[in-house]
């Protein structure tokens, strides 16, 4: 049944969907530079050397062009301020900026998902409004509380499924092409497993939780009342 409900109102519900989707979409970016802005620093900080200060041991052509790019960094910041910077001390600030930067992501990306299921809250609200007539018939028929409570919240829930899916595939395109067209320098941008799971996990989570109140709220109208409404 919630399935079937979510038929109607189509314009509304896919709005809803899109919001959700574009949430989704600025989290999977955000986070997932975030992560590979984690690695570069976890990776620049091992074996008791710096990747980017060029240790001799196991270097690679990609080692030696990180350390040729700090080396330059280095000695146009010491040009340019007048200051005298050794490579790991502008390493040492650099990765200290990272880690905020890294914060900062999380929390826009927090923020996104968070205004995108919102909507949730109010789309349920004009959703159930409209059908009070036949939830009234439903508890007429015999429908509990309890399962119309059901119902509706696995409706909300529906929404941020569908809309957290399309925004985790469309978000996942969208970062495999800009990798495949801008090859990444120094960062790379990681898309493990569990960030596409905890994704959707949690924002069908959030949306069953913003569904309960509209849901409890139509689940405690009176048949009486119900039967009344032209709709």
Request: with cysteine; proline share 1%; net charge positive.
């Amino acid at each position: 049944m919630s399935w079937k409900n979510l038929r109607r109102n189509r314009l509304r519900n896919l709005s809803t969907v899109l919001r959700i989707s574009l949430g989704v979409i600025i989290l999977l970016i955000l986070v997932s530079s975030g992560l590979g802005i984690s690695s570069f620093i976890e990776k620049s900080g091992t074996s008791n050397g710096n990747i980017l200060a060029g240790q001799k041991s196991n270097q690679t052509a990609s080692t030696d062009n990180q350390t040729n790019i700090v080396s330059s960094a280095v000695n146009y910041l010491n040009s340019f301020l007048g200051s005298t910077f050794t490579e790991n001390q502008l390493i040492s600030r650099l990765e200290s900026f990272l880690v905020n930067v890294v914060y900062i992501l999380d929390g826009i990306a927090s923020i996104a998902l968070l205004i995108g299921v919102l909507g949730i809250m109010n789309t349920m609200g004009f959703n159930l409004s409209e059908r009070k007539r036949e939830i009234g018939i439903l508890k007429y028929m015999g429908f509990t509380k309890r399962q119309i409570l059901i119902s509706c919240t696995l409706e909300a829930g529906l929404l941020g499924l569908i809309g957290s899916i399309i925004g985790v595939i469309i978000g996942t395109l969208g970062i495999w092409i800009i990798s495949a067209f801008f090859q990444p320098g120094l960062f790379t941008i990681l898309l493990p497993f569990w960030l596409f799971i905890g994704t959707i996990t949690v924002t069908t989570l959030l949306s069953l939780v913003l569904g309960l109140y509209p849901a409890w709220f139509t689940s405690q109208i009176k048949v009486e009342e119900a039967l009344l409404c032209e709709y």
